[in-house]
């Protein structure tokens, strides 16, 4: 495995997530978030092609 390109393979996927991902946050958080104050999120990482990945991460984003 060539570790410079397999680097930059996954930073740029993790770089497309975040920034996706923070829109679609801001989108929602902008458009009321269901109680108001808070948005609890989860992002669950998974590979069709390695079941054992599984990788979950949990937060909470106060909004007020």
Do not use: C, W, Y
Not at 10 to 34: C, D, Y
Not at 38 to 62: G, N, W, Y
């Amino acid at each position: 495995m060539d570790e410079d390109r397999f680097n930059m393979a996954v930073r740029k996927f993790l770089k497309e997530v975040g920034v996706t991902s923070q829109r679609e946050i801001e989108r929602v958080a902008r458009a009321g978030a269901p109680d108001g104050r808070k948005l609890r999120l989860r992002m669950t990482l998974t590979s069709e092609d390695e079941p054992a990945l599984q990788h979950v991460v949990e937060t909470t984003i106060e909004l007020r």
